[in-house]
T-cell receptor, first 111, second 114 residues
Framework: DTGVSQDPRHKITKRGQNVTFRCDPI?????LYWYRQTLGQGPEFLTY????????KSRLLSDRFSAERPKGSFSTLEIQRTEQGDSAMYLC?????????FGPGTRLTVT | TQLLEQSPQFLSIQEGENLTVYCNSS?????LQWYRQEPGEGPVLLVT?????EVKKLKRLTFQFGDARKDSSLHITAAQPGDTGLYLC??????????????FGQGTTLQVKP
């Protein structure tokens, strides 16, 4: 059990560019969650998957955001036409029960 | 909107002091989790409480879930500089039990000075 991993750890991009983040959950965890955390705040739910099915999306997830989990293992989160307001820490968590285990996060800075 | 109010937001204390962090809501939670987060890292799970009135201890940390499962507290005895970090409470509302969607408090930034 190597824990949840996320790549990249840091991403700096210019406004208007597209970015993609990857999350590798703990193996055999069937649920995967994406959260967004801004400075001084707790994480906010974005979306979650049960196996390969995306079951819920937050209103925070605008049309510029898309997430996939094609084979029920790793997941990707893509942000198109990034805006400065997208600057945040993007966290991934996985679980097969009650407790969610978080990855180290991807820190996105949009300039 | 379901909210978790966490207090205090900031706490700066001397090594050896005791402290309590509170997490309150008007919503009932099926479970509540406490996390600790270091700068630039993801939250690390400390404990999960599920039963009203439940008390769990983790070395110098004591966690309590309120009888009505609407609030929780974290008490640290004889704080050490290594306890410095952001403490987050996260509740699973009854209505979200099937989804596992957590609601987080704003966090408490704790600084323990040697």
């Amino acid at each position: 059990d190597t824990g949840v991993s996320q790549d990249p750890r840091h991403k700096i991009t210019k406004r208007g560019q597209n970015v993609t983040f990857r999350c590798d959950p703990i193996s055999e965890h069937n649920r995967l969650y994406w959260y967004r955390q801004t400075l001084g705040q707790g994480p906010e739910f974005l979306t979650y998957f049960q196996n390969e099915a995306q079951l819920e999306k937050s209103r925070l997830l605008s049309d510029r955001f898309s997430a996939e989990r094609p084979k029920g293992s790793f997941s990707t989160l893509e942000i198109q036409r990034t805006e400065q307001g997208d600057s945040a820490m993007y966290l991934c968590a996985s679980t097969r029960g009650l407790e969610q285990y978080f990855g180290p996060g991807t820190r996105l800075t949009v300039t | 909107t379901q909210l978790l109010e966490q207090s205090p937001q900031f706490l700066s204390i001397q090594e050896g002091e005791n402290l309590t962090v509170y997490c309150n809501s008007s919503s009932v939670f099926s479970s509540l989790q406490w996390y600790r987060q270091e700068p630039g890292e993801g939250p690390v799970l400390l404990v999960t409480v599920v039963t009203g009135g439940e008390v769990k201890k983790l070395k110098r940390l004591t966690f309590q879930f309120g009888d009505a499962r609407k609030d929780s507290s974290l008490h640290i005895t004889a704080a050490q500089p290594g306890d410095t970090g952001l403490y987050l409470c996260a509740g699973l509302p009854i209505s979200s039990s099937n989804t596992g969607k957590l609601i987080f408090g704003q966090g408490t930034t704790l600084q323990v000075k040697p």
